[in-house]
């Protein structure tokens, strides 16, 4: 595994990042799930060079080589991808995020929109107004997260240590209650990326999942149906980590939406739609 590149931001912490794509293409930023990492969007890589995308992929504090930042908000996080922006010489980018990535790409879409060429969101996790159309369990495990001292570290601190000491059970742990179209994405060709992309999660411990998980579960501290760009969002019938009824309602929510339902799940939404994506956040 290449390591990553870093910045040191204004406030002193360090942002590790990854490129991938052509050097000189269109920017887009991509950001990972609550159980990923920059390496994600190494799966990208081909069709990025193919449509002339510059993708820049940070790892969010705690993740990978990122510095953990305690107490921050959904909305401290257009300061960090500015701040690497400017350190890049880049000006305006399109914003795509996976899952937990989703509320990111949206926070940078309401706090800079001058910024922002567009925004595409899979598998994404949803505003707190779609709530009333989730599972019950996953709801109730979200809550927990936010609302039970102690619950999201613990939730978190087992997956770190397999990742750091038992890679076969780390995987398991990954894989087990996947729907059959995430199965067969980990035991295809970008399974390997996947595993290596959860595992760097945990580089520095659980802190960075642990504090991510519920903060993309609670209020994000704007509203979602003031967004001044159009979202494109990829969804799959069959993720039982964000349901199809929540990808419509969120759709719904947004002022202007186009929702793409497949019959895909949770990661190979993902896979399957990857030159989709870079297209609709490229602008």
């Not at 969007?41 to 002339?52: H, N, V």
């Not at 709801?139 to 397999?162: D, H, M, N, Y």
């Not at 019938?237 to 009824?245: F, K, L, M």
Request: glycine content about 12%.
């Amino acid at each position: 595994m290449t390591e990553p590149s870093t910045i040191e931001l204004p406030d002193g912490r360090t942002l590790s990042y990854a490129e991938y794509g052509d050097p000189e293409g269109t920017p887009v930023f991509a950001f990972h799930g609550v159980i990923g990492s920059r390496l994600m969007w190494s799966l990208c890589d081909e069709d990025a060079r193919e449509r002339g995308v510059r993708l820049v992929a940070p790892d969010r504090p705690g993740f990978g080589a990122s510095d953990f930042h305690g107490g921050r908000s959904l909305l401290d996080w257009p300061a960090d991808v500015c701040a690497l922006a400017d350190e890049l010489g880049i000006d305006r980018f399109g914003v795509t995020g996976f899952s937990g990535g989703g509320p990111h790409a949206m926070a940078c879409a309401h706090a800079v929109p001058e910024r922002v060429r567009g925004v595409s969101l899979v598998s994404t996790v949803t505003p707190p107004e779609t709530r009333d159309r989730a599972d019950p369990f996953n709801e109730a495990v979200l809550s927990a997260t936010r609302f039970v001292p102690g619950f999201s570290q613990a939730a978190f601190a087992s997956s770190a240590w397999l990742a750091d000491n038992a890679w076969p059970q780390f995987r398991t742990a990954l894989k087990v209650g996947s729907p059959p179209e995430d199965r067969t994405i980990f035991d295809g060709p970008a399974g390997e990326t996947l595993f290596a992309d959860g595992a760097e999660a945990f580089r520095n411990g659980s802190r960075g999942p642990a504090h991510d998980l519920p903060l993309v579960g609670d209020d994000w501290g704007f509203d979602a149906r003031d967004c001044p760009h159009d979202v494109d969002l990829w969804h799959g019938r069959a993720d039982a980590t964000v349901g199809p009824d929540l990808a419509r309602a969120f759709g719904d929510l947004l002022p202007a939406a186009d929702l793409y339902l497949g019959d895909g799940a949770h990661y190979s939404t993902y896979v399957d739609n990857r030159g989709a994506i870079l297209d609709a956040a490229a602008g």
